[in-house]
């Protein structure tokens, strides 16, 4: 497979918090727990397919006064996410070295590229909100940053059970897209991650992001997130 390039990873979140409402500062746990739900993406060499994540946050808040212009949280979350990657055109082969297309190289000098990646996290992360906006509004707008360890690993659909995918059949049969829909069988079964061993690959790496929430009632709200 052709080099993937993740220049860029975006997760967009739902989060529902068991939160006190912030209204209430005297009978409210400072303490919050939060689910969060969503969709990924990514930047490669592939045609992407978006396609989603999951997350959980346990967390603590402070300076949560009355009349507190600024407050914050402390928040650790873990993030599950995946995406796919499906070319509609082939790539010659002529240039590629060795690794797990070099079977096709050998038999095709051709294939189309797809991919699956799955990836997790685990951050602490620093939560800094417009306190005094939310005590009149019930509109709790933020922003967050933090650092934690992100591993992934990448896995492509390359045999359909033990056969190759006939990539000149398919291009002989006029739609190379409609071919690959109908014939490809979505076990992505094979690592693709030869400079990592096929292993986990994993790195540190800081986050940032924006988010607003709404204060529906004591112990509960409801809000998006855009994290990068």
């Known amino acids: 497979m052709q080099k993937i390039t993740f220049s860029t990873l975006l997760i967009l979140l739902i989060s529902l918090n068991a939160l006190g409402q912030r209204l ?8 919050f727990f939060g689910i969060n739900a969503g ?17 959980l946050t346990l967390g603590k808040s402070y300076n949560w006064k009355t009349g507190r212009h600024i407050s914050f949280d402390l928040r650790g979350r873990y993030l599950h996410g995946n995406w796919y990657g ?6 010659n082969l002529s240039n590629y070295i060795s690794g797990p297309l070099s079977a096709y190289k050998d038999t095709f000098n051709m294939t189309a590229h797809n991919f699956l990646n799955d990836q997790h996290r685990l951050a602490f992360e620093l939560v800094l909100h ?4 939310a005590e009149r509004t019930n509109w709790d707008p933020y922003i967050f940053g933090g650092i934690g360890v992100t591993w992934r690993q990448t896995w492509g659909n390359l045999y359909n059970g033990t056969d190759f995918y006939n990539y000149p059949d398919m291009v002989a049969s006029g739609s ?17 991650d030869q400079s990592g061993g096929y292993n986990w690959t994993a790195k540190w790496m800081p986050s940032l992001g924006i988010g607003i929430g709404y204060i529906v009632g004591p112990r509960f709200s409801i809000g998006i997130e855009h994290k990068t």
Not at 24 to 31: E, F, I
Not at 39 to 53: F, I, L, R
């Open 39 to 55: 969709a990924t993406w990514s930047c490669t060499d592939v045609k992407n397919e978006t396609n989603g994540g999951w997350g």
């Open 176 to 192: 190379l897209s409609n071919a690959i829909t109908t014939s490809m069988d979505n076990t992505y079964e094979t690592r693709l």
């Open 86 to 91: 499906q070319d509609n055109d082939t790539s």
């Open 130 to 133: 417009a306190n005094r906006f």
């Open 24 to 31: 209430d500062y005297d009978h409210s746990s400072k303490w």
